[in-house]
Protein backbone atom coordinates (compact mmCIF):
# COMPACT_ATOMS: atom_id res chain seq x y z
CA UNK A 1 0.00 0.00 0.00
CA UNK A 2 1.19 3.59 -0.73
CA UNK A 3 1.97 5.05 2.22
CA UNK A 4 3.63 2.35 4.17
CA UNK A 5 6.60 2.45 5.71
CA UNK A 6 8.06 -0.74 6.58
CA UNK A 7 10.52 -1.53 8.65
CA UNK A 8 14.04 -3.50 8.51
CA UNK A 9 14.68 -6.11 9.97
CA UNK A 10 17.14 -4.66 11.96
CA UNK A 11 14.13 -1.74 13.36
CA UNK A 12 12.21 -4.63 14.29
CA UNK A 13 14.97 -6.82 16.08
CA UNK A 14 15.66 -3.31 18.12
CA UNK A 15 12.05 -2.97 18.37
CA UNK A 16 11.68 -6.13 19.93
CA UNK A 17 14.54 -5.99 22.17
CA UNK A 18 13.16 -2.76 23.69
CA UNK A 19 10.01 -4.27 24.35
CA UNK A 20 11.62 -7.08 25.67
CA UNK A 21 13.26 -4.89 28.44
CA UNK A 22 10.70 -2.50 28.81
CA UNK A 23 8.40 -5.52 29.99
CA UNK A 24 11.04 -6.63 32.03
CA UNK A 25 10.90 -3.51 33.80
CA UNK A 26 7.12 -3.71 34.56
CA UNK A 27 7.13 -7.28 35.50
CA UNK A 28 9.76 -6.54 38.45
CA UNK A 29 7.76 -3.50 39.35
CA UNK A 30 4.49 -5.87 39.52
CA UNK A 31 5.57 -9.08 40.58
CA UNK A 32 9.05 -8.45 42.17
CA UNK A 33 12.46 -10.09 40.84
CA UNK A 34 11.29 -13.57 42.90
CA UNK A 35 8.17 -14.30 41.21
CA UNK A 36 9.18 -12.78 37.85
CA UNK A 37 9.70 -15.54 35.35
CA UNK A 38 10.98 -15.71 31.62
CA UNK A 39 7.25 -16.76 30.24
CA UNK A 40 5.45 -13.17 32.22
CA UNK A 41 8.04 -11.19 30.65
CA UNK A 42 7.56 -12.67 27.15
CA UNK A 43 3.99 -12.64 27.36
CA UNK A 44 3.83 -8.48 28.53
CA UNK A 45 6.01 -7.48 25.66
CA UNK A 46 3.92 -9.37 23.13
CA UNK A 47 6.16 -12.10 21.79
CA UNK A 48 6.88 -15.97 22.05
CA UNK A 49 8.83 -17.62 24.87
CA UNK A 50 11.11 -18.95 21.73
CA UNK A 51 11.36 -15.40 20.42
CA UNK A 52 12.27 -14.04 24.11
CA UNK A 53 14.84 -17.06 24.25
CA UNK A 54 16.35 -15.96 20.79
CA UNK A 55 17.34 -12.71 22.40
CA UNK A 56 18.15 -13.45 25.93
CA UNK A 57 19.16 -17.46 26.75
CA UNK A 58 17.96 -17.08 30.89
CA UNK A 59 16.27 -15.27 32.58
CA UNK A 60 19.69 -13.62 34.46
CA UNK A 61 20.62 -12.50 30.96
CA UNK A 62 17.55 -10.57 30.30
CA UNK A 63 17.37 -9.34 33.41
CA UNK A 64 20.96 -7.87 33.65
CA UNK A 65 20.19 -5.80 29.81
CA UNK A 66 17.15 -4.75 31.86
CA UNK A 67 18.71 -3.28 34.54
CA UNK A 68 21.32 -1.42 32.25
CA UNK A 69 18.48 -0.64 29.90
CA UNK A 70 17.21 1.38 32.98
CA UNK A 71 20.78 2.91 33.81
CA UNK A 72 21.05 4.48 30.61
CA UNK A 73 17.13 6.03 30.90
CA UNK A 74 18.07 7.69 34.25
CA UNK A 75 21.44 9.03 32.92
CA UNK A 76 20.05 9.75 29.69
CA UNK A 77 17.30 12.07 31.12
CA UNK A 78 19.50 13.20 34.14
CA UNK A 79 22.04 14.33 31.34
CA UNK A 80 19.21 16.58 28.98
CA UNK A 81 18.73 19.72 29.28
CA UNK A 82 21.34 20.96 31.61
CA UNK A 83 19.84 24.20 34.19
CA UNK A 84 21.16 27.24 33.61
CA UNK A 85 20.99 28.92 37.24
CA UNK A 86 22.65 32.00 38.71
CA UNK A 87 24.65 29.71 41.15
CA UNK A 88 26.02 26.35 41.13
CA UNK A 89 24.41 26.04 44.53
CA UNK A 90 20.75 26.25 42.40
CA UNK A 91 22.38 24.56 39.60
CA UNK A 92 23.52 21.41 41.33
CA UNK A 93 20.20 21.70 43.36
CA UNK A 94 18.10 21.82 40.09
CA UNK A 95 19.82 18.18 39.59
CA UNK A 96 19.40 16.98 42.81
CA UNK A 97 15.96 17.79 42.12
CA UNK A 98 15.84 16.08 38.38
CA UNK A 99 17.13 13.11 40.00
CA UNK A 100 15.10 12.72 42.94
CA UNK A 101 12.36 12.56 40.33
CA UNK A 102 13.94 10.35 38.42
CA UNK A 103 14.38 8.22 41.42
CA UNK A 104 10.91 8.43 42.14
CA UNK A 105 9.62 6.21 39.68
CA UNK A 106 8.78 2.83 38.26
CA UNK A 107 12.19 2.35 36.94
CA UNK A 108 13.58 2.71 40.23
CA UNK A 109 11.44 0.36 42.06
CA UNK A 110 12.73 -2.38 39.43
CA UNK A 111 16.10 -1.34 40.05
CA UNK A 112 15.99 -1.65 43.83
CA UNK A 113 14.59 -5.07 43.07
CA UNK A 114 17.53 -5.75 41.93
CA UNK A 115 19.74 -4.47 44.35
CA UNK A 116 18.28 -6.30 47.14
CA UNK A 117 18.10 -9.62 44.95
CA UNK A 118 22.05 -9.25 44.33
CA UNK A 119 22.56 -9.93 48.23
CA UNK A 120 22.05 -13.93 47.63
CA UNK A 121 22.25 -14.02 44.09
CA UNK A 122 25.75 -14.43 42.94
CA UNK A 123 25.35 -14.69 39.65
CA UNK A 124 23.23 -11.13 39.33
CA UNK A 125 25.53 -9.17 41.83
CA UNK A 126 28.68 -8.17 40.33
CA UNK A 127 26.23 -6.80 37.12
CA UNK A 128 24.56 -4.85 39.90
CA UNK A 129 27.78 -3.52 41.15
CA UNK A 130 29.42 -2.35 37.49
CA UNK A 131 26.05 -0.36 36.35
CA UNK A 132 26.21 1.42 40.52
CA UNK A 133 29.41 2.53 39.42
CA UNK A 134 28.58 3.22 35.84
CA UNK A 135 25.76 5.49 37.03
CA UNK A 136 27.65 7.38 40.01
CA UNK A 137 30.31 8.08 37.13
CA UNK A 138 27.65 9.77 34.46
CA UNK A 139 26.50 11.86 37.66
CA UNK A 140 29.82 12.85 38.48
CA UNK A 141 30.76 13.95 35.20
CA UNK A 142 26.97 16.13 34.35
CA UNK A 143 27.78 17.59 37.93
CA UNK A 144 31.38 18.40 36.96
CA UNK A 145 30.14 19.93 33.80
CA UNK A 146 27.11 21.86 34.92
CA UNK A 147 29.10 22.75 38.34
CA UNK A 148 33.10 23.16 37.56
CA UNK A 149 33.88 25.13 40.89
CA UNK A 150 31.64 23.12 43.19
CA UNK A 151 32.86 19.40 42.03
CA UNK A 152 36.46 20.59 42.68
CA UNK A 153 36.48 20.85 45.92
CA UNK A 154 37.43 18.27 48.47
CA UNK A 155 34.29 17.73 49.39
CA UNK A 156 32.71 17.69 46.38
CA UNK A 157 32.65 13.51 45.92
CA UNK A 158 31.63 13.18 49.48
CA UNK A 159 28.63 15.59 48.98
CA UNK A 160 27.28 13.78 46.22
CA UNK A 161 27.53 10.23 46.91
CA UNK A 162 25.70 11.25 50.11
CA UNK A 163 22.99 13.37 48.31
CA UNK A 164 22.98 9.63 46.34
CA UNK A 165 22.46 7.80 49.38
CA UNK A 166 20.10 9.92 51.14
CA UNK A 167 17.67 9.92 48.20
CA UNK A 168 17.81 6.48 47.78
CA UNK A 169 17.08 6.14 51.22
CA UNK A 170 14.39 7.68 51.38
CA UNK A 171 12.96 6.11 48.42
CA UNK A 172 13.12 2.59 49.89
CA UNK A 173 11.02 4.09 52.78
CA UNK A 174 8.15 4.55 50.41
CA UNK A 175 8.10 0.81 50.27
CA UNK A 176 6.67 0.71 53.98
CA UNK A 177 5.27 4.53 54.16
CA UNK A 178 3.19 6.46 52.35
CA UNK A 179 3.71 9.30 50.27
CA UNK A 180 3.22 12.22 52.47
CA UNK A 181 5.58 10.69 54.80
CA UNK A 182 8.34 10.23 52.13
CA UNK A 183 7.44 13.71 50.48
CA UNK A 184 8.03 15.03 54.16
CA UNK A 185 11.03 13.24 55.06
CA UNK A 186 12.56 14.21 51.27
CA UNK A 187 11.44 18.07 52.22
CA UNK A 188 14.11 17.82 55.22
CA UNK A 189 16.64 15.85 53.86
CA UNK A 190 16.71 17.77 51.12
CA UNK A 191 17.37 21.12 52.93
CA UNK A 192 20.09 19.31 54.94
CA UNK A 193 21.76 18.45 51.33
CA UNK A 194 21.33 22.12 50.17
CA UNK A 195 23.41 23.71 53.20
CA UNK A 196 25.68 21.11 52.47
CA UNK A 197 26.30 21.40 48.37
CA UNK A 198 26.06 25.38 49.59
CA UNK A 199 28.95 24.96 51.90
CA UNK A 200 31.23 22.57 49.12
CA UNK A 201 30.55 24.97 46.24
CA UNK A 202 32.05 28.01 48.44
CA UNK A 203 35.30 26.39 49.08
Request: glycine share 4%.
Amino acid sequence: MAGVVRRTQAQRRAATRTALLDATLESLVEHGYANVTAAQIAARAGVTRGAQAHYFATKAELVTAALEHAADQITDKFRADPPICDSETKTVMALVDRLWDLHDSPTFVAIAELWLASRTDAELRPHVIRLDKRVTVAVTEILTSAAPGMMASPDATAVMLTALAVMRGVLLTSFVSSQRSVAALWATTRGELEKLIAVAADH
